[in-house]
């Protein structure tokens, strides 16, 4: 495939409204002396902060605390044991997050440490939560810089490799595209060290068994996913909506060089994350609770507003904060959507302006009980309603 394919492919990167860009260990750390390597730190920053001017908006998940960190405290080359490695990456993260801010602050550009472990990707309050943070701080103009929280990760529940967490923060902040940067290009038809007739995978649309076959374990030694976490990274992108591009970054400037037509392999979503998202709450088997709203609120949605509380006039069954309501107009169900709060908050709230919230429920929560993104119209509202 040429440069010029290659590079019109990457509008799924220089189009994106949020971007999730991976980096590992491998590419952070120079394997030897266990050091940063600066200067294609300095670069992929450049990189970051060219898109953040044209408006995008940027996380970073990012590896290299256990590399950093098993150098500083002496660990050897051995393999880690479990406390062994959670020690090493309280050392390095505390030192990767450092270089992170230094790079990106010389940027102007201010820098979130955000540490998750697999609870919060999973559960759903926690996820929510996350989510919420995540999306206040790109609101705020800060890149978040993300690592899995390996101190307190237990072995059974931890994720281990970023790939998949790098997937699921994806699918969690509704980003368009996510870039993994590896030490290799993209995915091949067999391993390209071990078969030489093996090829690049320029593009794939639907992972097959057969593809999942192609990939083969971790081969770097300093990090801890190789192209089998990739393609199960991709899955959980693909299925949020999300893009996802493996790509070199044995490269100065590595994301300007995917834009520029570098070859690499892209997996190319069929939905908008956003589209994914109204789907999986229009398809809810069973809401858990009924919000009855007046005239005003279901003309209001149907122009794509958020609904208020002001609107509300009856609140039905138990719920917690982000589960399934419908809301209902006329007697009939004219929409769906997430609760930001319970129903306990939500009868409380019911019918009084917003900011009344604080004083009715004790914090200062969203203005909106639910709102416009997590919202889908079943229906049009009838002129009466
Ligand atoms: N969270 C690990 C670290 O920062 C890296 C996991 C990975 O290599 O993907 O060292």
Redesign the pocket.
Known sequence: MSSAEFRARARHLRDARRIVVKV??ALLVEAASGRLNRSWLESLADDLARAARRGQQVIVVS?????MGRRHLGLGSHRLRLEESQAA?AV??IR?AHAWQEVLEARDLAVAQVLLTFEDTEERQRYLNARATLNTLLSLGAIPVI??N?TVATAEIRY????RLAARVAQMASAECLVLLSDVDGLYTADPGRDTRATLIPEVREITPELEAMATGPSSGV???GMRTKVAAAQIALAAGSSLCIASGHRLNPLKAVESGAACTWFIAEASPVAVRKQWIAGTLKPRGRLTIDSGAAQALARGKSLLPAGVTRVAGRFERGDTVSIIASGRELARGLAAYSSGDAALIAGRRSAEIEALVGYRGRDELVHRDDLVMLRAPKVSE
């Open positions: 590992g260990s590896s290299g605390a256990i590399a990456a390095g993260q990767l690592n899995e390996d281990g490799d970023n790939d990090g801890s996913g």
